[in-house]
Each structure stands twice: as C-alpha cells, then as structure tokens.
C-alpha cells in the first residue's frame, strides 16, 4: 500500500522503509517550538527530567508572543522564565521583543522551518509549516519538554483527507476564505486525528501565504497536520529565506485517503464563520441581515502576513472606518511590519483611522489589545471565534479574511469589498 | 489502576479548551490558580459545585482548539478523576495522558449518562458502570505503551524511567 506525504515524512524521521495509518512510530524532531505561555510549563516539566540541558541548541525556537510585549506582573514573569532557560541552555533562536514576531509567521520568515522536517511546537497552529511540505502539528508543554530533551516524538501515523484544489481564485478570495469554506464542508472534528493533504493543479494558482492559512487552520477541522506539495512557488520562498536543505516527499500514486473532496477556487465567494465555530459558514451572499460590527482585528498567525496586509490596505485605501467602530492591524512580524511600513500600507491603514500595532497574538485569544466587552461583535482575521475567545462570555466574533474585514471596518457592519 | 468513581457533570459536543480555562488566566501556570476557573466560560457553576474524584462525560470533539496544558492540568487539579468522551480532539488527548489525567472514549456511555449519575470507570478492563441507571458500556483500552506512561504517572517519569523511551517501537 502506497504512502501519503506524511506518512512519507514520519516514516523517514523514524528510521522505517512503510508505515501505515494506525502504527505507532518515535519520530526524530527536526525543530521544537514554544512561546511565552506553553513554555515555562515545559520548563518546569523538563527540569524534573533527569537529563542535561537540551537535545540540541540549534534545534529549539522560543517565542514569547502571545502576552508581548509584557501585558501585566505574570506574563513578565512568564517570559523572564523563557529568557532565562533560553540564555542558560543558548538557545539559538530566542526571539526577544524587537526581533520577535508571531510565530507561525515568523518562523518560515526566518528560514527555520523546511520541507521535509518533522516539527512538534506547544501551540495548536504549529500545522502551519505544512503549507513548506513539512510534516509538522501542535502538541502540549509536556510533549514539548520531553521533544526538547531528547529530540524525539511517539506518534501515531495519521490516516488522511485529499483536498484536491482546481481553478484559480478570483479578486478578493485569499486562503482563508478557501479553509473556511473547507472546514464549512467536513466541520470542526472531519479531520479528527488526520492529516489534510491539499493537492492538485489549483495548488499553483494559491500564493505562499494563502497556503500558510490554509495550513494554519487544519487544526479548526480537528486535523493532525495539513500539508501541502512542494512546487516552484515553495522552492523559490526557501530558497529566500533558508539555507538549510530541504527534502521533496511526494504522495505515492497508490497511497489510501478516507475522503476525496474536489475544491473550485474559481467557485469560492468571501466567506464568514459566524459564532460560536469556524464551521459556522456563509459566503457573503448568504448573509441577508445587516450585522453591525464593533470591533475588526486584521492579524494573527492566520492572516498577519505581507499579502493580508496589502488586500486590507487596498480596501482601505480613500475610505475610512465607520464612526464608533475600531479597526486593529496587527502585522504578524517586524519584517511584514517594516514592509507594510516601506509600501506605503501603514499611512494607508492610519489615514483610514485605523490603529497599527507592534506583533502580538493579543485579541486572538481575549489576551489584551482589543478585548470584547458584553455583547459586542468583532470580525476578525483570526482562527478561533469559541465562546469568549476574544473577551466577554457574551461577545460574538466573525471570521472572514482581510478583504471582508477591512471592508466591513468601512462599511460598519458585516460586508465584502464588492458591496462598498 | 485505580478505579474513578463519582458524579457527573454533562457537556455536550466541541468544548473547548477556551471554555475549559480562559485565555485571561494564562498569565499563570499555577494548577491550583487555574482549577479556581475550570470550566468557567461554559459552567459557571462547575467549580463550586464539583467534588473530588467527580467525571466529565461529553459529546463529540471534547478539548477542541488550543493545545494549552492548563486545560488537563484545571481539569485534574478542581479533582476530576476522569474525563468520558464520544471523541477527544487531538491535542487534549495527548495532554491528558501526558499529565495523567484518566481519559476514555466511549460514544455508547457518552449516550448513555446524564448529568448527576454516579459512574464508576474501571481503566484495567475499560468497563464503565453506570451505577444510578445499572447499566455497563465497553470502554477503549489504552494501547500498551499509553497504559505504560500512565502508570508511570505521566509522560517525564516515564521517560525518567525508560532514559529515552526507546522501546516505543517494540510495543
């Protein structure tokens, strides 16, 4: 029996010729990643472990991101925690405030993530790097220190879904709208315990970045990993920004699927998940009431990317946001900050009245910079609109890529750019 | 193992892990700080009214979203003893193992419990009791190697004990 992409990866990292979905393997790790709230648990974990330092220094990302800057007291106690495990056992990639970003987005950016690695990271979006050809998926602090300590990973080889994409997109559908639609489809647990392997020729017609969505939101269709083909699109983005070599796994012709889903991006209309999940979804020509909106969030490691930032900025170019409602731009990483910055994007957002913030995760998760109060509503850019996610038990949350959301900033309630 | 025994608290599909412990209290790891708001956002109640050795029973997809610790860890620390799902979301099982906290998929006993019922869950042989309906359900046993991390009280002894865990492959 043939082998799909990931299982291709896990078999290699495990030292084996054939798995097969079920079987139970130890994987070596290629790269583990922690931020500034899953980390110091694994540092209290991994400090009971009986070994020496780390496996291997160059092999660990730390990013404090998700209350960083420093929101109160304890989370800089959390990331002095961080800092310190990271300057006692020289991590190389700690990512101090000022070279940080988010990150998800900032870890491919920095070239540390590559086709063919196997990556475990303590946080849920870790399914991002798939979008590379990496085999790479979320898992807690205490995997995380057991992965720092010695490299490895027990995992159960996934069975998988193929999402075989045709057509091309049209002008304002971006990858977000695509996992949307697709979670839409199969729901918040189709892919339980599965990989999401996307394929065919619309593959092409999707850029770097909406792949990184598209890869970063497996885990709202409860998928172990999504993952994508290389391509020359893939091979030119590693290229810029890595030297480390990279390895091309591709599906045997043979390999086995539980589902086939076919996928039109031509078909695609701008697409919403309204409360309380991502599988909520309407296109915008379902949504027939008016929805007022208080708060719009465009960031993230869903969608805080050069690319986002240029679809919101070309929205909001000559507009302004609607009176009484805040608009939140938030670049995932200083690099997309400083090229939104010399493209002119950053005097385009705040000419629109909107705010430009330094990276963060803050509002994605009701952290800080932009917290929701009872009842009111936010469209956001984000991954997750869960009861509370964003602040209040009774504020309401709609998800949608950067045109929806820069276009109902403008527009004051829940609209596509087409409708300004 | 030692048998959970207890009343039971009822949820349905897709909790999360933002309802299990809100983001707002990330800014601590504290077990004890974290179990004083398990469960907040979905059960206001849970935390006054839950006693030791009391058991979760839920629908589909349980643990759903981030892949935050603090959820197992709220859970075992506010003194549940077991966690009985239709299906557990990834992530939340892998953590619930590796800081052992009891959890077993069962669709037929997720059906068949309500809330208050008193549930006895036996992990050796994966027999879940329904002790206020008199009613049995066959519960998944762990693989052995789970079994092994779980009997070594989570997944640091467990590599304490075996230095590399390198017969996960023998299994």
């Known amino acids: 029996m043939g082998m799909t992409m990931t299982q291709k990866i896990l078999a290699a990292h495990a030292g084996l010729d054939h798995v097969q979905a079920g079987q139970l393997i130890e994987a070596d790790l290629d790269l583990v990643l922690g931020n500034d709230i899953t980390s110091p648990v694994a540092i209290k974990e991994l400090e009971k472990m009986k070994t020496e330092g780390v496996f291997d220094r160059d092999k660990i990302a730390l990013v404090p991101d998700h209350f960083v800057p420093n929101k109160d007291i304890k989370s800089a106690e959390h990331c002095k925690c961080v800092r310190e495990f990271a300057y006692r056992n020289q991590i190389t990639n700690y990512f101090e405030v000022g070279e940080m970003g988010i990150e998800h987005a900032l870890l491919p950016e920095k070239g540390l993530t590559v086709a063919g690695d196997v990556i475990i990271g303590a946080d849920s979006h870790t399914c991002t790097y798939g979008a590379l050809g990496a085999f790479s998926t979320g898992v807690g602090s205490t995997d995380m220190a057991a992965g720092m300590a010695t490299g ?25 709208d695509v996992i949307l639609h697709i979670i839409g489809k199969i729901g918040v647990d189709g892919a339980l315990y599965k990989s999401m392997e996307f394929v065919g020729e619309g593959v092409k017609n999707l850029s770097m970045d909406d792949r990184f969505t598209i890869a970063n939101m497996a885990i709202e269709a409860g998928g172990k990993n999504g993952i994508f083909p290389v391509d020359e699109k893939t091979e030119a983005y590693l290229k810029a920004h ?16 539980d589902a086939e889903y076919i996928i039109d991006l031509g078909a695609l209309r701008p697409t919403v998940a309204f409360p309380h999940l991502p599988e909520n979804t309407r296109t915008i020509d379902e949504i027939t009431e008016k929805v007022p909106v208080d708060q719009v969030v465009i960031g993230s490691c869903t969608n805080g990317r050069i690319e986002d930032m240029r679809m919101a900025a070309s929205v909001l170019k000559g507009r302004h946001v609607a009176r009484g409602l805040r608009c939140i731009v938030i ?12 493209e002119g994007l950053l005097k385009i957002f705040i000419e629109a009245g909107a705010i430009v913030s330094t990276p963060t995760c803050g509002p994605c998760l009701g952290g800080y910079m932009g917290v929701l109060a ?47 | 193992m030692k048998k959970a025994t207890g009343r039971v608290f009822r949820y349905k599909d897709n909790v999360d892990t933002d309802v299990i412990i809100p983001a707002r209290y990330l800014n601590s790891s504290d077990p004890k700080e974290l179990a004083m708001h398990c469960m907040e956002d ?13 058991i979760i029973v839920a629908d589909k997809n349980f643990g759903c979203g981030s892949s935050r610790e ?8 506010a003194g549940v003893s077991c966690v009985i799902a239709e299906t557990f979301a990834r992530i939340f099982y892998r953590n619930a193992i590796n800081i052992g906290l009891p959890i077993i998929e069962c669709p037929e006993a997720a059906r068949g419990i309500q809330a208050q019922d008193e549930v006895e869950v036996d992990f050796d042989t994966g027999i879940i009791t329904n002790k206020t309906r008199s009613t049995q359900f066959q519960g998944q046993a762990f693989p052995p190697f789970m079994q092994k991390i779980i009997a070594a009280g989570g997944l640091v002894n467990y590599i304490n004990e075996k230095e590399s865990g390198q017969a996960l492959n023998n299994d």
Not at chain 1, 242 to 257: C, F, G, L, N
């Open chain 1, 152 to 176: 490895k990973a027990w995992f159960k080889v996934p069975s998988a879904l193929r999402f075989s994409l045709i057509g091309k997109p049209s002008r304002w559908i971006g990858g977000k």
């Open chain 1, 242 to 257: 890595s030297v480390r070599p990279y390895r091309i796994y591709e599906a045997d012709p043979d390999a086995v699927y």
């Open chain 1, 331 to 342: 670049p995932a990483t200083q690099q997309v900050y400083l090229k939104a910055m010399e």
């Open chain 1, 374 to 420: 009872k009842g009111e509503r936010c469209v956001s850019t984000t991954n997750r609109n869960f009861v509370g996610r964003m602040g209040h038990v009774e504020s309401e949350i709609y998800l949608a890529g950067p045109a929806v959301a820069a276009a109902s900033a403008v527009a004051g309630r829940i609209a596509s750019p087409e409708q300004l």
């Open chain 2, 42 to 54: 979905i059960d206001a109640d849970f935390v006054k009214r839950v006693q030791p050795g009391d």
């Open chain 2, 70 to 77: 603090h959820a197992p860890i709220a859970i075992k620390a």
